[in-house]
């Protein structure tokens, strides 16, 4: 009898484990969209259009290759819309008496797998480089888990950016060379955009029907939704944009949405890419000197080092993760998150592109969309579903442990040493943006100030006793302790009557 072949939306790699142990001969592909996955958090439009584009045209590649697939459209009328009743239907219709599947990125899916009537058998994902058991191998009785460390094993183990058993060019980091303040001029015009074809428009005739309602701007659709486009847009990133990654991968612009960023995550998320040649290409640019190394070894540290790190993070914390709450905070998501309509510049803008463009670059997601909802106080669940909804990367194997972990410090420091807060003078420093502003970005407390700046304060006075003692945090509450009783108590007063106007929905 045949068995079935599941290929998940973000699973479209003709190396995955699930085509490999088939056989093209027996088995069924099936493939489908499905509003259960497409309505778990409401996914912005371009994200939808993307994966349901790029599915469909890995689905013809397969049958081109010679694979026999049942592919579900949306709208085909006897779709069950879920993705375990697609595969009783199918595996009905096939005799089908089994299912191959490769391991989903969520807890949520891998659970209703487990449940499937029709047993389903599991292989690792081995797109990616750390399996599982190699991360808890790697974590097994260390005290704490920290990225640089992981990442050094990966470089070891990889033999990027190697010369013998050393670091090329002898550190293993080159930070220190990045992070330069926002530039006047950006060389690079973003990302590669594509002119949809008749088989994306009728996606996108679908998506805009279907999910109108959705928070994001379907149109203009650039994305690539082929393995070939993408290689192109990794192409286009290497020679064009890598050499200055390093150097601004921290910087914000008003005007300038991509900066020197890659914006490749969805397609390597998706499958389209390969972690493999994504690092081989930034390594060859860099031997044959074409990218310096501080830009070659930051971009390659966020894939295998970062990238690798965070989905071990999301395994080994398992499915109660995401409910995380270790500094209590229970304050709705405010609305802005969905309408961009606030006088704070930085998050208004980092709302817009996120709006228009399914994506914002990390700075954006750190230090401001996720800063400020770190120092008002919001409920880290609420954050976490936004983000898992309007990023066209976003999965929960990565998207949670960059939110709950990283950005909102919910899992009580697994990730993140400390909390990444700041004050509006990091933003200032990083970006044009305080120059548009309605705030004052020098004026401290009162009406006209920055709001980041005396929502920092608090949110460090509010948590004393838990970071008080944090060595990585002395500095700072040591200039919180030096500031005279007036200054201080003007900071908490501005704090608590900017968070009522927040939880009155006035405009701020
Ligand atoms: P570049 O800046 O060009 O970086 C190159 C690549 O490195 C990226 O394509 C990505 O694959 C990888 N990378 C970089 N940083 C990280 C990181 N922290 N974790 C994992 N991979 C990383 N990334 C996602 O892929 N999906 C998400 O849902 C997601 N949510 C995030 C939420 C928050 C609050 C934060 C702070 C970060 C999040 N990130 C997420 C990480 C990072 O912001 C994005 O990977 C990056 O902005 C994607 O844009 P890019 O391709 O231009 O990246
Ligand atoms: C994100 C997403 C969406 C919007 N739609 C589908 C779909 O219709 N069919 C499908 O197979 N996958 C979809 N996905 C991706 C899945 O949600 C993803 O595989 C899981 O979240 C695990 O990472």
Redesign the pocket.
């Known amino acids: 009898a045949p068995r079935l072949i599941l290929v998940?939306?973000?699973?479209l790699s003709e190396g995955l484990s699930s085509l490999r142990e088939g056989d093209p001969a027996r088995d069924v592909v099936v493939?489908?969209?499905?509003m259960d996955?497409?309505s778990?958090v409401p996914?912005h439009p371009k994200?939808?259009a993307f994966?349901?584009a790029a599915?469909r045209k890995f689905a013809a590649r397969l049958e081109a290759e010679g694979w026999r697939v049942r592919y579900t459209r949306?709208d085909d009328p006897d779709n069950s819309q879920s993705?375990p009743g697609e595969l009783i239907r199918r595996a009905a219709e096939t005799v089908a008496t089994e299912v191959l599947a490769t391991e989903?990125?969520?807890f949520?899916?891998i659970a209703a797998l487990e449940d499937c009537p029709v047993p389903v058998h599991m292989f690792p994902d081995d797109r990616f480089l750390c399996s599982h058991a190699e991360f808890e191998a790697w974590a097994e009785g260390r005290k704490e888990l920290r990225m640089e460390w992981f990442y050094r094993e990966m470089r070891r183990r990889t033999g990027l950016l190697m010369e013998g058993d050393q670091p090329a060019g002898g550190k293993w980091n080159y930070d220190h060379d990045n992070r330069k303040p926002a530039p006047d001029e950006i060389a690079f015009d973003g990302p590669l955009r594509f002119e949809p074809d008749a088989a994306t428009v009728e996606v996108l005739e679908l998506v805009e029907a279907r999910f109108a309602d959705n928070f994001g701007t379907l149109r203009p659709f650039w994305f690539a939704t082929t393995r070939d486009e993408a290689l192109q847009a990794l192409d286009h990133f290497i020679a064009r944009a890598l050499p200055r990654f390093g150097d601004f991968q921290d910087a914000m612009l008003d005007g300038n949405r991509f900066l020197y960023h890659s914006v490749l995550s969805m397609y390597l998320n998706a499958g389209l890419l390969t972690w493999q040649e994504i690092c081989a290409a930034a390594e060859d640019a860099w031997r044959a000197d074409k990218a310096p190394l501080n830009a070659v070894e930051g971009f390659i540290r966020q894939i295998i080092g970062w990238r690798e790190y965070m989905r071990g993070i999301y395994f080994r914390e398992g499915p109660d993760y995401v409910r995380r709450n270790a500094l209590g905070y229970d304050r709705p998501l405010p609305s802005f998150y969905w309408t961009a309509d606030t006088d704070l510049r930085c998050v208004s803008k980092a709302v817009e592109q996120t709006r228009d463009e399914a994506y914002a670059h990390h700075i954006q997601r750190l230090m401001v969309t996720g800063n400020f909802a770190l120092l008002a106080g919001i409920d880290p669940h609420a954050v976490h579903e936004w983000y898992l909804a309007v990023y066209a990367d976003a999965?929960?194997?990565v998207e949670a442990p960059n939110v709950i972990g990283m950005s909102q410090f919910a899992d009580d420091g697994v990730v993140g040493s400390k909390p990444y807060v700041s004050g509006g003078a990091y933003i200032h420093r990083m970006s044009d943006h305080c120059r548009h502003c309605r705030y004052e970005i020098g004026e401290k407390t009162g009406a006209k100030a920055c709001p980041f700046n005396y929502l920092y304060w608090a949110f460090l006075h509010r948590h004393r006793e838990r970071f008080g003692r944090n060595p990585r945090m002395a500095q700072m509450y040591r200039t919180w302790a030096r500031m005279s009783d007036d200054k201080r108590q003007a900071t908490l007063d501005s704090a608590d009557a900017f968070l009522a106007r927040l939880d009155r929905g006035a405009r701020v």
């Open positions: 998940l939306g973000d699973q493939m489908a969209e499905v996955e497409a778990y996914h994200k939808v994966l349901f599915m949306l993705i989903p990125g969520e949520r899916l999965y929960e194997w």
